[in-house]
């Protein structure tokens, strides 16, 4: 298996840049890195070297940043269903990381953005999964985001984000 910094050198900078202690609040800032990462994944590698980076992340985050960034480790578990080849498989890491989301969602139901990165994996997936009960409160929620400009440090994010509501919204018209 490839890791993650050996794929993309540029990402082992980015992150050894980073200060290693006292990290407290500033682990949202982190954020970034997982949503860049998220973005990028086309191999089953990448999204478990995203999911493994999330937990470490983790380790040192408190309050609404470390359940954001869970979120994120959540979100790249059902999104590494997507390069499996196990059927079984695919379908168990979906299930795993939609339980984990939803959870998160049930315990801070006023975090928009956790209902935004759970239609990031509902919204794409096969209807006859029958894994998208929640996508018209998500796309809600991920519309009121982009309409207060909430990953404006961010533009790519953004515009990825924008895109999917955009391609949700066109393929449930």
């Not at 794929?7 to 992150?15: A, D, G, N, T």
């Not at 890195?33 to 590698?45: C, G, K, P, V, Y």
Request: proline letters at 3%; charged letters at 25%.
């Amino acid at each position: 298996m490839v890791s993650l910094f050996a794929r993309w050198p540029f990402l082992f900078v980015l992150f050894s840049a980073l200060p290693l202690v006292g990290l407290g609040q500033e682990d949202c800032g982190r954020l970034r890195e997982l949503r860049t990462a998220f973005m990028d994944h086309s191999t089953l590698e990448q999204a478990e070297e995203t999911e493994r980076l999330a937990m470490v992340f983790l380790e040192s985050a408190s309050g609404d940043c470390a359940l954001l960034i869970e979120a994120h480790r959540w979100v790249s578990l059902a999104r590494s269903a997507d390069f499996g080849f196990n059927p079984a498989t695919k379908l168990q890491r979906l299930n795993a990381g939609l339980k984990g989301l939803d959870a998160l969602i049930m315990k801070r139901p006023d975090l928009k953005v956790i209902q935004a990165l759970r239609l990031s994996i509902t919204g794409t997936a096969p209807r006859f999964l029958g894994v998208d009960d929640h996508w018209a409160a998500d796309l809600a929620a991920l519309q009121q985001l982009l309409q207060a400009k909430h990953w404006k440090d961010n533009a790519p994010y953004a515009a990825w984000m924008r895109d999917l509501a955009k391609q949700i919204q066109q393929e449930r018209a």
